[in-house]
């Protein structure tokens, strides 16, 4: 049938099971939108207050759900400000298609208004990205945009589309979506024998769960390997909720602001699993004395990943989950306690605790009790992200979202609308920073429009908390462009965007504050005022080994070094 651009994309759309899509209209793309207009009861769009909160939204949706998340932005600056969005969901791995649309094809090239070439701009932070110059290609274009957005390793995908296009006619035949299977073919049976030699012949084994464990679905298979293995875990911001943060084995997060137990554990192992990571710099402080002690198996989708940062004595290729399948029919039951009663006397040594006091930490433990771990949260970046990942215990995958790789502030509220939009009988919650917050607080108007009852806790101490944290310990307290101590009430702010607000100050005001806002329906702000030099602890001083981990203790002590 013989169906005008606007009509195919949004049929391929359908084709590919999307229910929603965020964006924000413009010129180029209005015939785009007129047709969305016309399938309104099939495709739910969610008009955001900014492209970029659109991109956010897109990934969180992604990431809540395992689903391709998708965004629409007009040509010009609609489309360049999707870009740190589209960034985000690059250096984290998540699957989203990005539609833009720009001037007609004659006009390309010819500096037209609200020209650009997006898909020049986005090379280096999508998996791949398109610009259709005619309608007849467009339908197998968008096809192949789903397919590798979802493939292997998740990640991004741009199809820029000139609007003459969206108005031209061609033949479009419906399609049922081809979902690409788990990569296994990759995955060698000699590499299966080696890794199980390695396993079964160490006395001290340690798995590192990043978030390849999250995407690949392997939270059963890791759970029965792990047991097999006889192993403590430890995880990345990424892996999260792989692995069950309250089961026994789990020693915290690994690196910069990992717990000790972890960091001196990872130390001391004699192999380390590492289960789809990338060996980030925060994670292992000096590389050139990153588990020194240890060989390193390393399971992962990416053979680019493979030997990047730091060197592996074997590895497997392939998804993560797959793999596991197949260790596990290979391994046999080991046994190690006495290195796990050592992990064990760690942790009794080592413990995180919450500080006295209305703080960070305080707010993320009394969250996590009184949701009873059933959240969603959603963080931004800084300090609040930090006590996020290590006083909440997540149980299940999927249930932090967070921009670990790029550290986007701005990143959550966008996300929170996205995971709330996905997930309309799940609690979500934003975790934010008043600095963070301050970059996507218009995004409170787009949830307000859409009657979405998350909460947005903001973590509130008038500065820019980790980077005053870092001027403390390494400037000589130089507090350099990060006090924040304006005036500015976000409460009346809140307010005026259509959202419920309250200020707290204690931590019996935020129990009953707290109570309430999960009682509400509509958007809920709690600004949380606390003291500016509030600090995450523990915490590894850059380019030092994770080994020399100090907390508040050492600190105030002098027995630390950096």
Known sequence: MQLTGAQIIVECLKEQGVDTVFGYPGGAILNVYDELYKHRDEIRHVLTSHEQGASHAADGYARSTGKVGVCLATSGPGATNLVTGIATAYMDSVPIVAITCNVNVPLLGKDSFQEIDIAGITMPVTKHNFIVKDAANLADTIRRAFSIARKGRPGPVLVDIPKDVTSNKAEYEPKEPVIPEPVSSTIRTEDIERAAAMIEKSKKPFVFVGGGAV?????????????????????TLMGKGAFDGTDRRYTGMLGMHGTKTSNLGVSECDLLIAVGVRFSDRVLGNAKKFAEQALILQLDVDPAEINKNIPADASIIGDVNEILKRLNARLDRQEHTRWMEHLEEYKKQFPLVCPEGFNGPYLIKKIYEMVKGDAIMVTEVGQHQMWTAQYYQYKNPRTLLSSGGLGTMGYGLGAAIGAQTANPNRQVINIAGDGCFRMNMNELATAVREKLP?????????VLGMVRQWQTLFYEGHYSATVLDDGVDF?????????????VTTREEFEAVFAEALACRTPFVIDCIIDPDDKVWPMVAPGSPIDEAFDEKDYEAGTHSF
């Not at 690949?216 to 995880?235: N, Q």
């Not at 409460?491 to 200020?503: H, I, S």
């Open 491 to 503: 409460v009346k702010l809140a307010e005026a965007l259509g959202a419920d607000a309250r200020r």
């Open 215 to 235: 995407i690949s679905g392997a939270s059963e298979e890791l759970k029965k390997f792990v047991e097999l293995a006889d192993a403590p875990v430890c995880d």
């Open 454 to 462: 998350l909460i947005e806790v903001i973590v509130n101490n008038h």
